[in-house]
């Protein structure tokens, strides 16, 4: 199992701040995901990066993936209370497992 | 269509006894995974299917789990003689396989939440 490490694991931030979530693991991987969770529903799928260095914005939300595809970051510019949830990055190994970090817990005040 | 759906939503059960779990994929996916969420921790993976066969399973699980996917479409997820471990959320996810073994996005149920007294 590759593992994924993700962090901070707990944030608490105010409205309009930014900031960086890191999910980072010593394996090599063809294709990371990132995915929100809120409290009583499964994760929803925000992207997935692919390509060495790759760089996808959606909105607020900028997600990277690193040169050698060993790690991937999530910046959030202007937090809204909207973006309260549990951010998951998820990768595949070499077998059909989509395996799932622990996560980072975000919650934005108003 | 609307989505994976999965039943129970909720089960408490006592320690020692069995309990199975439905999911219901999106139709067109052939793809269906097994996960298991407990508070404040992301899914951790139990169990994979593509179309009615189990391709993989973890190694964590024990042998008190199976899960089936008898026709391809709907799958189940048994637990024997449960146990207060077992208590979790066990989420159930469908997706569509694409060419190149690609990961593809993942559509979750709601989620059957367990608890074990």
């Known amino acids: 199992t590759q593992l994924l490490e993700q962090s901070p694991q707990f944030l608490s931030i105010q409205e309009g701040e930014n900031l960086t979530v890191y999910c980072n693991s010593s394996?090599?991987?063809?294709?990371l995901q990132w995915y929100r969770q809120e409290p009583g529903e499964g994760p929803v799928l925000l992207v997935t990066v692919v390509t060495g260095g790759e760089v996808k914005k959606l909105k607020r939300l900028t997600f990277q993936f690193g040169d050698a595809r060993k790690d991937s970051s999530l910046h959030i510019t202007a937090a809204q209370p909207g973006d309260t949830g549990l951010y998951l990055c998820?990768?595949?190994?070499?077998?059909?497992?989509?395996?799932f970090g622990k996560g980072t817990s975000l919650l934005v005040t108003p | 269509d609307t989505g994976v759906s999965q039943d129970p939503r909720h089960k408490i059960t006592k320690r020692g006894q069995n309990v199975t779990f439905r999911c219901d994929p999106i139709s067109e996916h052939n793809r269906l995974y097994w996960y298991r969420q407990t508070l404040g921790q992301g899914p951790e993976f139990l169990t994979y299917f593509q179309n009615e066969a189990q391709l993989e399973k973890s190694r964590l699980l024990s042998d008190r789990f199976s899960a089936e996917r008898p026709k391809g479409s709907f799958s189940t997820l048994e637990i024997q003689r449960t146990e207060q471990g077992d208590s979790a959320m066990y989420l159930c996810a469908s997706s569509l396989g694409s060419a190149g073994g690609s990961i593809g996005e993942l559509f979750f149920g709601e989620g059957s939440r367990l608890t074990v007294l």
């Open positions: 998820a990768g595949r190994g070499s077998g059909y497992a989509l395996n």
């Open positions: 394996s090599v991987f063809s294709s």
